[in-house]
């Protein structure tokens, strides 16, 4: 995992009070919580005897307690504070400490940082109301990549077809790849067997470290449509956890648009259709994956100087 990268590892309302939640970074298994309204972030290994902490509990004072034997943890440092039994003149050894990470909450999104002295990233400004988390069984890199390459793998937007014609090819702005997808209406009569058309076109911008991406569908006349965020982060064994949030905008002018708000209008795929995925050629992708190395790089070199 990059040394220095905000990761959005759940959504506000999954993290509660009650029932600690277990995410992943990569291998790096994590419970996340609220310790009196705050997030915390822990490695989901107990230092006792190895029990995913996520199986304990949350009590009253906000700490964790592990459900095997009983420890209690501090979310803010993982310190432990407290061992059942343990008589009032003896110490906790200070080697049971539980690794504790960076955590940032805005616009709907928790984020952790596996280095705990990272400097928190700028707050967003709205939380889009729309949202879900899906399971995708793909990876992560490769989800990034059918996202570039044909959207329609990996999301649905209702009443739209991605086309596979770019508006605006991939490009590094401020280092983020951006690129600019035309679509059309989804109507019965398409597609067409030659396509000149694109009333909508999708944004989109992808920080080049993570994946997270801003989506923005707009019509022929540049109204905004449709605003996403999707938060791809690669989870144990080859998954790639996705929480998502979307809205509608108020910019809709025609019925096809107006038919957009009728169902779900956003929609990330729980399931890639490998059939499709095989066959997709690399196009955005390939440009994508020589931009992202080269920001990562640059990326490494800045924190090691
Ligand atoms: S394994 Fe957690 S207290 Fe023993």
């Known amino acids: 995992m990059p040394a220095n990268a905000w990761w ?3 959504r506000s309302e999954e993290i509660t009070a009650t029932k600690p939640i277990n995410v992943d970074i990569g ?4 419970v996340l919580w609220r310790d009196n309204g705050v997030v915390r972030a822990l490695e989901d290994r107990c230092p006792h005897r190895r029990a995913p902490l996520s199986l304990g509990c949350v009590l009253g004072s906000g700490k964790i307690q592990c459900g ?6 501090d979310g803010k440092d993982g310190q432990l504070v407290d061992i059942p039994n343990l008589k ?7 080697v049971y400490r539980a690794r504790a990470f960076a955590v940032a909450e805005s616009g709907g999104f928790v984020r952790v940082n596996l280095d705990a002295k990272a400097a928190a990233p700028a707050p967003l400004a709205e939380t889009l109301p ?3 988390t899906e399971n995708v069984a793909l990876g992560h890199e490769h989800f990034i990549n059918a996202l570039f390459d044909n959207p329609a793998l990996v999301i649905a937007i209702r009443g739209i077809k991605f086309t596979p014609y770019l508006m605006a090819e991939l490009v590094e702005q401020d280092g983020r790849l951006v690129l600019e997808r035309s679509c059309q209406w989804s109507t019965p009569s ?3 067997p030659f396509i000149s058309d694109f009333p909508v076109t999708l944004r989109i911008s992808t920080d080049a470290i993570t994946g997270e991406s801003e989506l923005l569908l707009r019509d022929d006349a540049f109204m905004p449509l449709l605003r996403a965020t999707i938060a791809p982060v690669p989870a144990a064994r080859g998954v790639t956890q996705v ?9 809709r002018r025609s019925l096809a648009a107006k038919a957009m708000a009728l169902g779900a209008p956003f929609r990330v795929l729980p399931t890639v259709d490998g059939a499709e995925l095989r066959v997709t050629k690399p196009s ?10 080269e920001i990562a790089n640059r990326a490494d070199s800045a924190v090691a100087a």
């Open 8 to 10: 959005a590892v759940a």
């Open 27 to 30: 291998d790096q298994p994590i």
């Open 68 to 73: 095997y034997h009983g420890w209690t943890f």
């Open 88 to 94: 009032s003149d003896r110490k906790f050894p200070p």
């Open 130 to 132: 729309l949202a879900g």
């Open 190 to 192: 398409w597609p067409a």
């Open 243 to 251: 929480r998502w949030r979307a809205k509608l905008e108020a910019g």
């Open 284 to 293: 955005a992708s390939i440009h994508a994956a020589d931009l992202r190395r």
